[in-house]
């Protein structure tokens, strides 16, 4: 499975961006998708998820009402909308992609900045 992730940016606080995930080299049906984010000093952590078949979604509290993460089949792509983006928001997003199945992750992208200014 490879995975781009694109979108990142400098925003201000309170602005927009939307991540995309690009996935081919299979097909995902049986996969769950998620967004993982890292911030400088800070160890990785889970933002939100969902399975390829649109159930199953979760959200780190800390982003509950302010993003949402969803899929264009049709594209093999997985989005994250971020709104309301506060400078704690400040990391390197990443995608990732694993088997329903599966405890871990074990494909990612390369992740994309995201740098939020107050």
């Known amino acids: 499975v490879q995975l781009q992730a694109s979108g990142g940016g400098l925003v201000q606080a309170g602005g927009s961006l939307r991540l995309s995930c690009a996935a081919s080299g299979r097909t995902f049906n049986n996969y769950r998708m998620g967004w993982f984010r890292q911030a400088p000093g800070k160890e990785r952590e889970s933002v939100a998820a969902?399975?390829?078949?649109?159930?199953?979604?979760y959200y780190a509290d800390f982003v509950k009402g302010r993003f949402t993460i969803s899929r264009d089949n049709a594209k093999n792509t997985v989005y994250l909308q971020m709104n309301s983006l506060e400078p704690e928001g400040t990391a390197v997003y990443y995608c990732?992609?694993?088997?329903?199945?599966?405890?871990?992750?074990?494909?990612w992208g390369q992740g994309t900045q995201v740098t939020v200014s107050s």
């Open positions: 969902m399975n390829w078949s649109g159930y199953t979604i």
């Open positions: 990732a992609a694993k088997r329903t199945s599966s405890v871990r992750y074990d494909s």
